[in-house]
């Protein structure tokens, strides 16, 4: 097939191009080192500021015992008895003193655990291995997340290389990323919360 003549002045300056690079700007725009100067602020109040400013509830807990009442807490103001939650560890941080809900679809609340904390965004890193499918965190209308300092990271960079590392590069099918109540400003460009998820999303952060 014939080239014409257009296409192909193209591919001569592509392969003039190629035979001539053009050093680039700035060297280290390769991806190699990370955009972001990692802060030298304590990673549990960047992200309290980051995961507040974002409409999340957030509540620091010296010890287990504290998570304990203060979740308990939570649900007797809030009038919360349909607790669901996938995981029985959070069952054990309450030592046994609520019934898991089995219905997600009519819970008051879910709590869930999560992989792991961006503070620099203010995210929860979430997996379909932790939930035991992909709708713990969204289904119901009050999300909890219970976390630990421990899993804090800096960046999202540092929250997949955690998960690889756990999971021995054999992810789960599902890993999201919730930055607080879920959002829109599709309907006459007005921001919406808890449209598509939860209305409220609370981060209970465990020292330990």
Excluded at 36 to 41: C, I, K, L, R
Excluded at 191 to 204: A, D, I, M, Q, R
Aim: with cysteine; charged share 20%.
């Amino acid at each position: 097939m014939a080239i014409s003549p257009a296409k192909e002045k193209i591919l001569k300056k592509i392969r003039q191009a190629l035979s001539n690079p053009v050093p680039l700007p700035f060297p280290e725009s390769e991806g190699i080192h990370s955009v972001f100067t990692t802060s030298t602020e304590d990673p549990t109040v960047v992200f309290a500021e980051e995961f507040t400013r974002l409409q999340g509830k957030f509540a620091y807990c010296p010890d287990e015992d504290n998570l304990r009442e203060q979740l308990l807490q939570l649900f007797r103001e809030r009038n919360f008895t349909k607790i669901w939650f996938a995981d029985e560890r959070i069952n054990g941080y309450l030592q046994n003193s609520i019934d898991n809900h089995a219905d997600l679809s009519t819970s008051d609340a879910s709590v869930t655990l999560c992989e792991s904390l961006v503070a620099r965004t203010g995210t929860i890193v979430l997996s379909s291995a932790l939930q035991h499918g992909r709708t713990g965190s969204v289904y119901a209308p009050i999300h909890i997340c219970v976390a630990f300092t421990s899993q804090l990271v800096y960046d999202i960079g540092d929250a997949l290389v955690a998960a690889k590392e756990k999971y021995n590069n054999n992810l789960p099918s599902v890993i999201s990323f919730a930055s607080g109540p879920s959002r829109t400003a599709d309907i006459e460009k007005t921001l919406v919360t808890g449209v598509h998820g939860p209305k409220e999303v609370y981060c209970f952060l465990v020292e330990g």
